[in-house]
């Protein structure tokens, strides 16, 4: 083909080189301009609500975006091209300070300074910037993904007053980043929430709008290297000359148009479907009756079909086929078809591109609109939608499993058949007296080398904190446990229990729907509900060593009452029922100050009260407990979270050198509660402080029990944390085995719902 190329320019094929005079040059070929189609990409960023969940430091704060190609190749970064201010942000005189700003020198956006005066604020925003991204000349459709940027900026409060002044150094307090894959690029509507990081915990609730548009068709004139027209004897070392060159740049030109015609295409489809799937999903319907009937592609692109001899009453073969080889979609002929399109004169490829890429842009502006009109709603459908799908995505690092609990009393025998667990992810049955820590840390290896070999490819927005660096986040072993009666020596009882548990399940679950009804129905009437959540630190703690779990709880519910417990402070080092009292006193006076508080404004219908709990301080919550004064207030118990607690105490504990200094500080210093953890504050273990507590019904009356725990926890044994049995204590038949297996029991009996109830362990 080359070589004809050649000769139709006036090359001899085999004749050697072409004639010329002596001192002659040859002549540059030449080439028509190309036609350079130039699209870009436009992704909207939509702050909504800047909400303070615990930021340390009262003062100015801001919120700067950049956005940029992932891949290196393209130098270029996102411009601000268009901003609106949907409404004025709802700060006070003294709150607020300018205006939002761009920053040309780094093609930044910042939203107007904001000052923060307490935990939980609410800042409204209600702002919109539109960034572009363009792509390289005629570089086709976008291959690489987008860095989305989210900066913290924060400045001080000066002496004199509430005047701003912008940070010295510049530097960002903080920074979220987000990856947007080139799937997404052609057409995405997401919520994207911005968290920060631990040490400044807020909620910025952020929304990301992305079309494909047009951005022109300019003429670019060709360039042709200017190099000797020489050839060889030998065909297959034959050069090739400059207008060869310019002749494969002009096909490599043509199929990438082709390729924009059809990224525009798609773009244009995806933000058709997606626009009445926002206006369905909030019952505000976009009226685009004109636009669907002026989109129909066979009346749009006929003229071009029938200059090029493409037209729909083309001879059929005998296979079904038209003679020119394209293929019909429900009696209609796809465009987006390779051949189709290929088939196409360059000036109607232009026409197309033209026509295509002002449906997006007609689309896209309404779209706009319909936003303004409907931010609130919009929000709050894609944020609906983005918790369903995050729950499916990040279920890649969870191992999820179904365990029985055993159904009659443990002993130290060994029974393969009174000690199996069933997993439902594998038919696979272990023993008791096998490593749970091991077992654990075995599973989540084998599950993160599986991670290591998946090829996360979606067109979610992707949180860089977790797909940053996927082989570090931790693995979650999710043990559900299948709830069983309280124990019973005889099987036959047992299967009988099991079939009332499961009608009263099966009850339950065929009357949720009615009871959400009335349940819903009644709320207005009959008042609401008061969430109160207490939070107990470990040994030697801070009140706020667990705000971090708070943070997220907040997330979840931010209309609940939280304790954060200071009384057991400095304190930690005493006896635990001296401890236990303390929390159940200060448990009772924030309740009661809470119940007269809520019950000024409506009446309540009902308290749910929950406790979380960290290493001791979990044996500080079960002592309060066993209170008296507490008593009154068990009916109100709902949810159970504990952080590695020691339930089961230190006993069988496999880290000698954390025994060591357990030893040390009862010698030293003689401290009370180490003491009780290891059961050496009586010589009769039966008549221990912790013997004495799994006797107390301290966890029967939580609707909800979480265990949370780790094989790598150095401090808190495994077994202990999960209450469950270890393999030292299957192998000790001694007074203090025997001893261990009846606090084990006592604690599973308490766990066991009765048979009319539903308990989720």
Avoid at 252 to 273: E, G, I, N, P, Y
Avoid at 322 to 336: S, T, Y
Avoid at 380 to 404: G, H, Q, T
Wanted: hydrophobic residues 40%; neutral net charge.
């Amino acid at each position: 083909m080359l070589r004809r190329f050649g000769w139709l320019i006036g090359l001899n094929n085999r004749g050697g080189q072409a004639k010329k005079l002596p001192d002659a040059k040859p002549h540059p070929a030449k080439v028509q301009p190309v036609v350079m189609l130039d699209t870009v990409q436009e992704i909207a960023i939509y702050i909504h609500r800047f909400h303070n969940l615990d930021l340390f430091q009262q003062g100015w704060y801001q919120l700067k975006i950049t956005m940029r190609w992932d891949n290196d190749e393209h130098a270029s970064v996102g411009t601000p091209a268009r901003v609106m201010q949907y409404e004025a942000p709802n700060l006070g005189s003294d709150d607020g300070y300018g205006v939002w700003r761009i920053d040309d020198t780094d093609n930044s956006f910042a939203t107007q300074p904001f000052r923060i005066k307490y935990a939980r604020q609410d800042v409204l925003l209600s702002i919109m910037v539109a960034f572009d991204l363009p792509l390289t000349e005629n570089e086709g459709p976008p291959s690489s993904a987008v860095i989305l940027k989210f900066e913290l900026l924060y400045a001080p409060i000066l002496e004199n007053g509430s005047e701003f002044q912008a940070s010295p150094d510049g530097c960002p307090a903080a920074v979220h980043e987000f990856r947007i894959p080139p799937k997404a690029l052609l057409g995405l509507h997401s919520y994207c929430p911005v968290y920060f990081d631990a040490f400044h915990a807020v909620l910025v609730d952020v929304s990301v709008h992305i079309s494909l548009l047009k951005a022109g068709s300019r003429k670019a004139p060709m360039k042709v290297p200017s190099v000797p027209y020489t050839t060889t004897d030998d065909g297959a070392g034959e050069s090739i000359d400059g207008s060869t060159q310019a002749l494969d740049q002009v096909a490599s030109t043509d199929l990438k148009q082709v390729m924009l015609v059809k990224a525009l295409l798609d773009a244009r489809d995806t933000l058709l479907v997606e626009l009445q799937k926002l206006g369905n999903a909030i019952n505000q319907a976009v009226d685009l009756t004109e636009f669907t009937s002026t989109m129909n592609d066979i009346k749009l692109f006929d003229s071009f079909l029938q200059a090029n001899q493409v037209t729909a009453d083309a001879e059929v073969s005998g296979q079904g086929k038209p003679q020119n080889g394209l293929e019909r979609v429900n009696g209609r002929l796809d465009f987006r078809n390779d051949r189709l399109l290929q088939n196409l004169s360059k000036d109607d490829v232009i026409k197309m591109f033209n026509l295509s890429g002002d449906q997006v842009l007609y689309l896209w502006n309404t779209f706009l609109n319909f936003h303004r009109d409907n931010k609130t709603q919009i929000l709050e459908f894609l944020r609906d939608a983005w918790a369903k799908d995050r729950r499916a995505e990040w279920s890649i690092w969870m191992v999820y499993s179904k365990v029985e609990m055993p159904h009659h009393y443990i002993n130290g025998g060994f029974d393969e058949s009174s000690h199996h667990i069933v997993h439902k992810r594998g038919s696979s049955l272990w023993k008791l007296t096998d490593d749970p820590a091991q077992i654990a840390a075995m599973r989540a290896e084998l599950h993160r080398r599986s991670i290591a070999q998946m090829r996360i490819n979606n067109q979610s927005i992707q949180d860089m904190q977790l797909f940053g660096d996927p082989s570090g986040i931790p693995i979650v072993i999710i043990e559900r446990v299948m709830n069983a009666p309280h124990r019973t020596f005889s099987d036959n009882s047992y299967m009988r229990n099991l079939d009332i548990m499961g009608s009263a399940t099966s009850h339950t679950v065929l009357s949720s729907e009615a009871g959400k009804k009335l349940s819903s129905t009644s709320a207005s009437l009959n008042g609401r509900d008061l969430k109160i959540v207490v939070f107990v630190h470990g040994f030697q703690g801070h009140h706020l060593d667990l705000r971090l779990v708070r943070n997220q709880w907040l997330l979840i519910d931010s209309k609940i009452e939280f304790l954060m417990s200071e009384v057991n402070e400095e304190k930690t080092s005493g006896d635990f029922r001296e401890m236990g009292l303390r929390l159940a006193h200060e448990v009772i006076s924030f309740v009661k100050k809470k119940m007269d508080k809520a019950s000024r404004s409506a009446p309540l219908r009902d308290i749910k009260l929950s406790f979380v709990g960290h290493s001791i301080g979990n044996i500080i919550i079960r002592t309060a407990l066993a209170e008296s004064v507490m008593e009154p207030y068990l009916r109100f118990l709902h949810t159970y979270v504990s952080l590695s607690g020691p339930h089961l105490g230190y006993l069988y504990s496999s880290n000698s050198l954390f025994n060591s200094g357990l030893w040390l500080l009862k010698k030293l210093k003689g401290t009370q509660c180490i003491h009780q953890l290891t059961f050496t504050d009586d010589p009769d273990i039966r008549n221990t402080f912790f013997y004495k507590l799994c006797k107390q019904k301290t966890l029967e009356n939580f609707k909800h029990i979480i265990l949370l725990s780790s094989p790598q926890d150095g401090y808190v044994p495994y077994h202990s944390a999960r209450i469950e049995s270890c393999r030292a204590a299957s192998m000790d038949y001694s007074k203090k085995g025997k001893a261990f297996l009846e606090m084990l029991n006592d604690c599973l009996d308490q766990i066991r719902a009765p048979t009319t109830e539903h308990r989720l362990l």
